[in-house]
């Protein structure tokens, strides 16, 4: 099993635009489908739980299964897992154009993910490999980040188009188009490339991964409907496997989430900086988007016209983000992330900024700048200083904790609108209901700084070495065993 091999500069862009691609439909499917929340609650009869399993058991089986994915990739082959990826990808998408009811469209959605597990950490993994000098490859990040920004900026705009003139089922159509494409130069493209060392599988450890992300997301999701007794087991079960988890994988050989890389102050930092980011992601449109649509009373369209303010900046932010990481390091770009995220947090907790087009129009400014230099630093420190072989395990670890942290924030923040409306006239009482969860995702952003502080410093730097250096060695000797 060989590395992949080196490519003309040319070519390597050529990969980048190719997993770029697989990046825009995830990416792009998340926010088109939040504007057309509202079209799809009235057209299936949904309720705000109802609306959270639309985007959770996405993410929820994404989360599960992203390290799975990265693995199972380092072993049988980059290339191969990623065009599968693509395939179920694009044929869960035609399938949640079709669901009959919001059963079959949660259900349908977790099909999607299982082929979008196979996307993002194997895209991050080819790009790694692919881009072997630090600067060149911190610069790719930020081009990789900058998508997101794309997604943000066109998918509320081209959702609410579709919704305002076909219907919520079309939004899903706009996967086909770019996933056939991605398809097919993937093929003609992207040359194949596997681990020299790649791990073995962990079925228990993965299983114990879904019991643990599904068990907490219903115990948070259904907190407000149902009673103790149902969500009270849920809640001990996710501890129980967590627990479970930890004790199994620090004694396996192999593991599926290698405990040796939380060593690095860095790499751990940048697992709580994704939760923390993506969960005020995930809160943030979540709130926006009822709050535009259902109390203020805007389109589809109207309301992503209203996301542009948010999702401009994040896409200028994520490149110039990328630069300075390649040139200064992580710790400008999170302090910036951080800050900006807070602040934005606080307008709407504290001063009911949605109440105002001013204050608003400057809170959603504010999250975007900060979500736009979030995003290449925790990529970056969550693979550097990692040992090649393992990149693909190394970025799935990332991307698991953006899916997890995505699905967290849309858990707790849903469940305490849920719970804040109560009987209540719906859009007399949003925005008091809703001030809860500003101040989460206000503590969030706040983490993000706190953490992105004191992660990003002389000692952390020291924790990452001495970490690559021990995984390094414990692989020579794992290899001079083997061979002796």
């Not at 072997?132 to 900026?153: F, H, K, N, Q």
């Not at 309301?303 to 932010?317: K, N, Q, S």
């Amino acid at each position: 099993m060989e590395p992949m091999p080196e490519l003309s500069p040319r070519r390597r862009l050529l990969v980048l635009a190719i997993c770029c691609m697989s990046l825009l439909i995830v990416s792009l499917d998340n926010t088109v489908l939040n504007v057309a929340l509202p079209s799809l609650q009235r057209d299936l009869h949904a309720s705000t739980a109802g609306l959270q399993w639309t985007i959770d058991a996405y993410t929820l089986v994404l989360a599960s299964l992203l390290m799975l994915a990265g693995s199972t990739a380092d072993r049988i082959g980059r290339k191969r897992v990623f065009m599968t990826g693509l395939v179920v990808f694009t044929l869960g998408s035609v399938l949640c154009s079709l669901a009959p009811n919001l059963d079959a469209l949660v259900a349908f959605r977790m099909v999607q993910a299982v082929g979008g597990s196979m996307l993002n950490p194997v895209a991050m993994s080819i790009i790694t490999n692919t881009f072997t000098d630090p600067r060149e490859r911190a610069r790719a990040i930020g081009a990789w980040g900058a998508v997101v920004g794309i997604s943000m900026a066109a998918g509320p705009l081209v959702g609410g188009l579709l919704v305002d003139s076909v219907g919520w089922r079309s939004i899903f159509w706009i996967n086909l188009p770019v996933g056939l494409a991605a398809l097919a130069l993937t093929l003609r493209f992207v040359p194949e490339s596997r681990a020299p060392e790649p791990r073995r599988a962990d079925p228990v450890g993965q299983l114990l991964v879904i019991v643990l992300f599904g068990s907490l997301t219903y115990a948070i999701i259904e907190a407000p409907h149902a009673a103790p007794s149902t969500t009270v087991p849920f809640a001990l079960l996710a501890l129980a496997a967590l627990i479970a988890l930890l004790l199994y994988e620090s004694r396996r050989h192999e593991p599926l989430i290698d405990l040796r890389f939380f060593r690095s102050a860095p790499f751990s930092g940048a697992t709580v900086i994704a939760v923390s980011a993506f969960a005020a992601l995930g809160g943030f449109l979540f709130l926006s988007t009822l709050y535009l649509q259902n109390v203020r009373g805007l389109s589809a369209l109207d309301a992503g016209l209203w996301m542009l303010p948010m999702a401009v900046p994040t896409f200028l932010c994520a490149p110039l983000s990328g630069r300075l990481v390649g040139s200064r390091g992580p710790r400008l770009p999170l302090l910036i992330a951080g800050g900006a995220m807070t602040v934005s947090g606080l307008l709407f907790a504290l001063f009911e900024a949605e109440t105002s087009n001013a204050t608003l129009f400057v809170g959603y400014v504010l999250f975007g700048v900060g979500f736009g230099f979030v995003n290449a630093p925790i990529t970056n420190t969550a693979v550097s200083g990692m040992p090649r072989a393992q990149a693909g395990v190394a970025s799935a670890v990332a991307s698991t904790s953006r899916q997890l942290g995505q699905a967290l924030g849309v858990a707790v923040v849903g469940a305490v609108l849920a719970a804040g409306v109560g009987s209540s006239s719906y859009a007399a009482g949003f925005v008091s209901a809703a001030r809860p969860g500003w101040w989460i995702l206000t503590a969030c952003g706040l983490a993000v700084l706190v953490v992105g502080a004191v992660t990003s410093g002389r000692w952390a730097r020291a924790t990452a070495r001495h970490t690559a250096d021990r995984l390094e060695s414990a692989e020579i000797r794992e290899a001079a065993g083997v061979d002796a």
